[in-house]
């Protein structure tokens, strides 16, 4: 349980992180509230994240929690891995490793309660989180994990949400072949060219997805699951909107350093959109067609989303409706899905890191063909 100054922390934190439409006293309410306190619990009880008491909180729940090179702040990763196995209860058993790319200026503490550590605990996955997102970084932490962890490496995904979202969409297009699945959460981009991303006081170079990218990730079929939120302060839906954000995103931050510019007119995010259909191995459709459609469609997910796709389905989770939209290729298969969480504001409810997971989960790649498998 929260005490009342941490439920006010983090009742600032979503009301910052909502539109104008959002409504904070209803959300606090509902479900979805209650799981994200419950995920912030940790972090919020023992804000020391490598004291006794957070390494204890894990370990009760089954995870051996590990924080490494604390002395380097922008180096500083955190490791859980199943007890069962630190423990060698299961010395041969081999694990699903999923990465959690965490959000612009957010620390490592708070990915931790974006939802996939407590899915780790439950299904026994070892989970990786970087403070360095570059990709420099992360050749360095699978090296470390390739040496040290007991990786199903036909099962490696990476989760992301925000700016992490945006490093996760980044890294899938570069090396879609390192990875079954990601998700990306609160963020939409992959098309264009980023700003440099900055944490502390350590760049992450900006770069430009280009057309070659795109191509080889159509060749090798990377999943992906999209959650946004509909009222999420930066305004990503409905796609086919231009709505300002109502916060603004270019200020400076505190180090002094500028935030990542963000394209978000329609027309990027449209663009965005069909890049992930290119590499999910569906025709991207022309702007226009898009823009029709959600003008006249019966479909309340083309409605919400702001796109129409091949297929679509409503779920009550969390005593909220989340808008699933599938985009299928002509096998049958739906390699990008898109989720809109009915009046959320950008934070990751435990919805969003069940509905990712459980999309990603259904694939795994062959570690020395590329092959992509459908598990179930």
Known sequence: MLTKNAETRVQEILKLMGNHEFDLQVYVESDSYKGICRNMECMLSYPDEGSCEAIAYWRQRGLNKEIHDADQPTAKWASYLPASWADGITPEKKYPLLFVMHGNNNPI??????????????????????????????????????????????????????????????????????????GVGGMIFANG????YWQEDTPWPGETITEEMIEHAAQVRIPMCGCMGEQEFINILPLTEDKPATMDLNREAPNGHPSPHLDLTSKNKIACVNNWRRAAGCEPLPEEEVRRAVRTTPDIVTEKLGFPFEKTKVLNLEGRSHYIGDCVNRDGDTLARFICMGKSPHWPSMALAELTWKYMRQFARNPETGELIRLS
Do not use: C, Q
Not at 120 to 134: F, K, Y
Not at 153 to 181: D, I, K, N, Q
Not at 193 to 196: D, I, K, S
């Open 109 to 182: 503490y708070l990915a931790e309660s974006y939802g996939y550590t407590h899915i780790a605990a439950r299904e026994e996955l070892i989970i990786i989180i970087p403070e360095n997102e570059s990709a420099e970084n992360l050749d360095r932490l699978l090296a470390y994990a390739k040496e040290h962890y007991p990786v199903d490496w036909s099962r490696v995904y990476m989760a992301g949400y925000s700016g992490g979202g945006w490093m996760t969409s980044r890294h899938a297009l570069r090396w879609p072949e390192r990875f079954a699945a990601v």
């Open 193 to 196: 060219t980023a700003g440099t």
